[in-house]
């Protein structure tokens, strides 16, 4: 069995546990109204109905509103999805030869050292067999985004060589 976490990490390193949203509203915190928070969702696997190990660390950075709750739009659950939609399983060859010029891929979220610090010391007190059995997942995570990210920036690199090379061929033809 699985579960998931939700928490709002403030600028000021407070942590607020938040209940999953019914739909695409989120619970209040009056407290952080009109702030930017990071969101972190835990993904982790129960046993004897405690979480027991990390699965997955995902991060958003999100803006409450005055009253301190955040209302998920298309807009910005599309924005989520930005570069599957643009990159998807492309190669640098099929992006050359797109029409369109070559999308910049999106700069993941990633915790910044206070954050991250906040984090792990949030999970290392509430969690503590969470922490034990999994303490390197929150690293694994933003490791992977930003590697992620370092590969599509790669490739978008890769199909502009291409389509340069392509562009310089067709010109010395015609």
Wanted: aromatic share 10%; net charge positive.
């Amino acid at each position: 069995m699985s579960g998931i976490k939700f928490l709002f990490i403030s600028g000021e390193g407070e942590v607020y546990p938040i209940p999953a949203s019914k739909g695409s509203v989120y619970k209040a915190v009056p407290r952080l109204a009109k702030e930017s928070v990071l969101v972190v969702e835990l993904f982790y696997e129960v046993e004897n109905r405690k979480p027991w190990r990390l699965i997955h660390v995902g991060f958003d950075r999100i803006q409450l509103d005055g009253h301190g709750q955040y209302i998920l739009t298309m807009e910005e659950g599309g924005s989520k999805f930005y570069n599957i939609s643009h990159f998807g399983l492309a190669s640098a060859e099929e992006l050359s030869k797109r029409e369109e010029p070559i999308a910049i891929p999106k700069a993941p979220v990633v915790p910044s050292a206070k954050e991250k610090e906040t984090l792990i010391s949030f999970v290392k007190r509430k969690y503590p067999i969470l922490w034990e059995n999994s303490p390197e997942a929150i690293e694994l995570s933003i490791q992977s985004r930003l590697n992620t990210h370092s590969d599509l920036v790669n490739l978008v690199k890769k199909s502009t060589v291409i389509r340069r090379k392509n562009r310089l061929a067709a010109y010395k033809q015609g």
